[in-house]
């Protein structure tokens, strides 16, 4: 069990939600559920992935009003959040369960999400912010902040975008849309990115985009942090706002250990 306001979500859940591409709301709604799980003794969600000896089906009862206190919108004074979810996550097969009874919802993970959860000795996980959670405003923007919460303890935290690939979401086509989503989540949650994309065996296409974070206990050093050379533009993200550098401002960079610059020298 984990503070009031946050959980721990295991890497292969995190894999597994990229993969289905969900909406906004149906990512809300599933890290609701498995906050709730994870904030009551007794219930694991791996649990459900097997049928009891005694009894019924594990199905988990929450209130509405609760879910979407954790993880929708402050501002909103009604369950929408649920109601848009639950139609978002139909097909998925994300949940065998998952029908409102009056003001309760009635969950049960599917086989695949169900075993996710599975906590194995040196797993990675994200320890979810719930609240963060509720102040995000798209799927790009929960997906790049659950990595980003992965590897924050890191002396060096480097992760991966989840999906870009040349055949289905090329780096051209949602390059703004995940430069939007770092500088949202870089506010929250303090940091500062690098955005290194990289080039298949041919040099032709964007196959994975490497991310550098920078807070103020990180120990990047001089030559680690900006690449020496880069065929495809280096972004970067610093107090909220981003930019793609030129080859010029890169070669400047690259004894920096910030983002936003070299740290002065004490004086007097």
């Not at 904030?39 to 199905?59: C, D, K, Q, T, V």
């Not at 409102?100 to 169900?114: E, T, V």
């Amino acid at each position: 069990m984990s503070s009031p306001r946050h959980y721990r979500c295991e890497e292969n859940v995190v894999n597994l939600l990229e993969k289905k591409k969900l909406s906004l709301n149906a990512l809300r709604l599933v890290h609701a559920t498995y906050h709730h799980l994870d904030n009551h003794p007794g219930w694991e969600p791996s649990f459900m992935a097997a049928e009891p000896l005694f009894g019924g089906p594990r199905i988990c009862t929450a209130l509405c009003a609760q879910l979407c206190e954790t993880t929708g919108s402050p501002a909103a004074n009604d369950i929408s959040m649920i109601h848009e979810g639950i139609r978002d996550l139909e097909g998925t097969e994300l949940f065998k369960t998952l029908e409102l009874n009056g003001r309760k919802l009635r969950f049960r993970y599917g086989h695949s999400l169900a075993t996710a959860t599975r906590k194995h000795l040196k797993s990675k996980f994200s320890m979810i912010d719930c609240g963060i959670i509720s102040k995000l405003r798209s799927p790009w923007q929960i997906y790049f902040y659950t990595r980003a919460e992965m590897v924050h303890r890191q002396r060096h935290p480097i992760f991966h975008l989840p999906r870009v690939c040349p055949e289905t979401e090329a780096w051209s086509a949602t390059k703004r849309a995940w430069l939007a989503a770092a500088c949202r989540v870089g506010e929250l949650m303090g940091h500062h990115y690098v955005l290194i994309p990289q080039l298949d065996e041919q040099c032709e296409n964007v196959v994975a985009v490497r991310v550098k974070v920078v807070h103020a206990k990180t120990e990047w050093s001089e030559g680690r942090l900006n690449p020496r050379h880069a065929p495809e533009p280096v972004s970067i993200v610093a107090k909220g706002k981003s930019r793609t550098l030129t080859r010029h401002e890169l070669r400047k960079r690259k004894n920096w250990t910030r983002v936003e610059g070299p740290v002065a020298a004490p004086t007097g």
